[in-house]
């Protein structure tokens, strides 16, 4: 063996040495980090059915908060159950979701553990900003239920852009953050626990993995987190502006718009109705400044820091926007309104056989209804009245016995009065901008 090669061996081993030996910092992120199981409701097909989910998550104060996935533990969790590092478990309730972003934030049964004098590791945050490709970073959880899992990547990219991002739970998701993307082996059951680097700093909280691909795995990052875990912990949710732009890159367009390198953003399109269509923007139009300060929205990846200043605004505040439009500039004044889901409330009808959801201002405007008034039916069960008189996913049940239906509670209400003298029901619903009636019988 040569001198030469002797010498690569000896730095190899002692480069892999160095990256396996734990630093005291690890091993406190180790005692940190928990498995996180939920029994949870859901509305499907009509009935509400219950079912189970293991997750993982991280302890982030001394009170016992612990940051995890909006995909682990759900609104409509009933029981959720904590395995501290010692292995017993802890009670846990949730403080908020934030299904925007993926987070959400659990507190342990401070009574219960001080009852059975159980001791905590809290974890501490690195900065995402100092985050390099190739950079030596590791996964904490329990895929697939194997509890205190570690595995060990890189960051294979500190920004990765998602036109189209993974809805969780059916909400909209990823829209005001890029991602970590990582080769460290992310599985099911990994989601909510910590990302970290050597020193056990929490950079991301893993998310998410692209099934049937290999070393594919990505983070929400740790600048984020901390600021939604702050949001989650005084108000329990994140309350954001919107206007109803939907931007786009503008990479190979600044020719055809006459536009500097680095210079604004496009807008792609304008939701209708939205504060935005009603001042008076379009698609087409490019977005030059907001409140004076200009926008480079040139690559995708520039688009979520965008979106979030605006998401950051008070609700009910006015934007300046710096709009060019076939050459010419003007400013428009935006008045934003609070940012909400395409998701409304939802129950189920068991008499009826039915689970609905209410219409919410933005899935009205997806779908071009004159109004939020109505129903959504998301569900029907075989063999009961919905079913059989023909009502199916996706009908708006806007009258009840000719009484207007604007919420849940009058479809609760009338399916209280129907199950105490069954009898006929009529009920009106929209399907594809036609009106039909349908008799519910006993």
């Known amino acids: 063996m040569t001198w030469l090669a002797a010498t690569l061996i000896g730095l190899f081993l002692l480069q892999s040495r160095t990256v396996a030996e734990p630093t005291e910092g690890f091993r406190q992120l180790l005692d940190a980090v928990v498995r996180i199981d939920v029994r949870e409701y859901a509305y499907e097909a009509g009935s509400k059915r219950f079912q189970s989910g293991v997750g993982s998550g991280v302890i982030v104060s001394d009170d016992g908060l612990i940051l995890t996935n909006a995909h682990v533990v759900g609104l409509r969790a009933v029981e959720i159950n904590v395995t501290l590092s010692n292995l017993e478990r802890v009670g846990a309730e949730l403080v908020g979701w934030d299904h925007w972003t993926d987070l959400a934030l659990l507190r342990l049964d401070a009574e219960e553990v001080a009852r ?12 995402t900003k100092d985050l390099y ?8 959880g329990t895929p697939h239920g194997l509890t205190r899992t570690v ?29 970590l993307q990582t080769d460290a082996a992310i599985n099911p059951g990994n989601s909510g626990g910590p990302l970290v680097t050597s020193a056990g700093r929490i950079v991301g909280i893993n998310s998410r993995g692209y099934t049937g691909a290999d070393n594919l795995g990505f983070a929400i990052p740790s600048d984020t987190a901390q600021r939604v875990m ?17 931007p786009g890159a503008l990479r ?9 390198l680095n210079t604004g953003m496009l807008i792609n399109s304008v939701d209708p109705g939205s504060p935005a269509a009603q001042a008076g923007l379009r698609g087409g139009d490019i ?7 200009p926008v480079d929205g040139r690559f995708p990846e520039q688009l979520p820091p965008i979106k979030h200043r605006i998401a950051i605004q008070p609700v009910g505040s006015e934007l300046s926007l710096t709009v060019k439009r076939n050459g010419e500039t003007k400013d428009y004044v935006v008045e934003t309104e609070e940012l909400v889901s395409r998701v409304g409330e939802e129950s189920v009808v068991e008499v009826w056989g039915l689970s609905i959801r209410e219409v919410s201002r933005t899935y009205a405007r997806e779908n071009q209804f004159p109004d939020e008034e109505g129903v959504l039916v998301i569900g029907v069960q075989r063999g009961f009245p919905a079913r059989v008189a023909g009502l199916s996913t996706g009908d708006v049940i806007t009258k009840i016995n000719d009484q207007p239906v604007s919420t849940i509670e009058d479809v609760m209400a009338a399916a209280e009065a129907y199950a105490a003298n069954p009898e006929k029901v009529l009920v009106e619903a929209r399907r594809q901008f036609r009106v039909s009636l349908y008799v519910l019988k006993p």
């Open 116 to 127: 059975k004098g159980f001791e905590f590791t809290v974890a501490e945050f690195g900065d």
């Open 133 to 140: 490709p190739g950079e030596t970073v590791y996964a904490v």
């Open 151 to 179: 595995t060990r990547g890189i960051i294979s990219n500190p920004r990765r852009f998602f036109a189209d991002s993974r809805g969780v739970k059916g909400y909209e998701t990823g829209q005001f953050n890029t991602w």
């Open 230 to 246: 702050h949001g989650l912990a005084a108000d329990g949710r994140i309350t954001r502006s919107y206007i109803g732009i939907v």
């Open 252 to 260: 190979d367009l600044e020719d055809f718009y006459d536009l500097e």
């Open 287 to 293: 977005l030059l400044a907001i409140d004076g300060e």
